[in-house]
């Protein structure tokens, strides 16, 4: 039955609804975090590469 109204509608013949995801603890914290950071309320302390030889070299140390 449900292939044939989504034969003859075209379309799933039900609603599909995402699960809902809620981020634990430590997930919230970094997205506060990383709001925070670009806000301007604290410093930015992440390491910034312009090439890929300054990245090697950082993850080499």
Do not use: C, W
């Not at 990383?34 to 806000?39: F, I, M, S, T, Y």
């Not at 309320?41 to 300054?54: G, Q, R, T, V, W």
């Amino acid at each position: 039955m449900a292939t044939h109204q989504l034969v003859n509608q075209r379309r799933i013949p039900f609603e599909v609804v995402p699960a809902r995801e809620t981020p634990n603890e430590e997930t919230r914290r970094a997205l506060v975090a990383a709001e925070a950071k670009e806000l301007g309320l604290i410093p930015d302390d992440s390491a910034y590469f312009n090439d890929i030889d300054e990245l090697m070299a950082f993850l080499d140390e």
